[in-house]
């Protein structure tokens, strides 16, 4: 158990419908990370927060967006879902803000778009 | 560009037939490779950290080392429980600790 927390666990949706996806970084940790991962990319970084603040912007469609709360909990809404957004999306974080923390993983969340 | 690439992409293994997982990477300014295992439909679990050229980690049955160039990580007689996918990333230098990540090798040890 990394200590990272994800839910939901699962999610079948519609296309064209929106969800949020949920993410309690480990106790300490400052920065949260999101990442995509599909079968023909691989693991693809999305964003970053580091204590509320967004840190660094990777292939994040202008669908999605998220925030990081005062508590340090973070949330990735993806809306206008197409069924290409079907993929496991995970959760990281970190201690600080940059290079040289070891990140963690959450479990993700399995979204399907029907 | 920075960019990772892994090969071979799957490795069948007898068990305890020991074996090496490359990592090959082009980075501005490497800060940190990392390995991570990762199991179906679960998170990558931390295994290893390397920062600079020449260092080597260990736990249990891995070994990871680390030149200017590629990372190889060093599977000694492993056990079926070994098989998973094995993912390398680079954190780069700047102010973001994102990680770029090959796309893995996926490994299979046969009892």
């Known amino acids: 158990d990394s200590g990272v927390t994800q839910t939901p666990k699962h999610l079948i949706t519609a296309t064209g419908q929106r969800v949020t996806l949920r993410c309690s970084p480990r106790?300490?940790?400052?920065?949260v990370y999101w990442y995509q991962q599909s079968l023909d990319q691989g693991l693809q970084f999305l964003i970053q927060?580091?204590?509320?603040?967004?840190?660094a912007k990777g292939n994040i469609l202008e669908r999605f967006s998220a925030q990081q709360f005062p508590d340090l909990h973070s949330e990735l809404n993806l809306s206008s879902l197409e069924l290409g957004d079907s993929a496991l999306y995970f959760c990281a974080s970190s201690i600080g803000d940059f290079s040289g923390n070891t990140i963690y993983f959450g479990e993700g969340s399995w979204l399907t778009v029907v | 560009e920075d960019q990772v690439t892994q090969s071979p992409e799957a490795l069948r293994l007898q068990e305890g037939e020991s074996s090496s997982l490359n990592c090959s990477y082009t980075v501005s300014g490497l800060r940190g490779l990392f390995w991570y295992r990762q199991d179906p439909g679960k998170g990558p679990e931390f295994l290893f950290t390397l920062y600079s050229a020449g260092e080597e980690k260990e736990k249990e049955r891995l070994k990871a080392t680390l030149t200017k160039k590629e990372s190889f990580l060093h599977i000694t007689a492993p056990k079926p429980e070994d098989s998973a996918t094995y993912l390398c990333a680079v954190q780069a230098s700047g102010n973001t600790g994102k990680l770029i990540f090959g796309q893995g090798t996926t490994l299979q040890v046969k009892p």
């Open positions: 927060y580091y204590n509320g603040e967004e840190r």
């Open positions: 106790s300490g940790d400052l920065s």
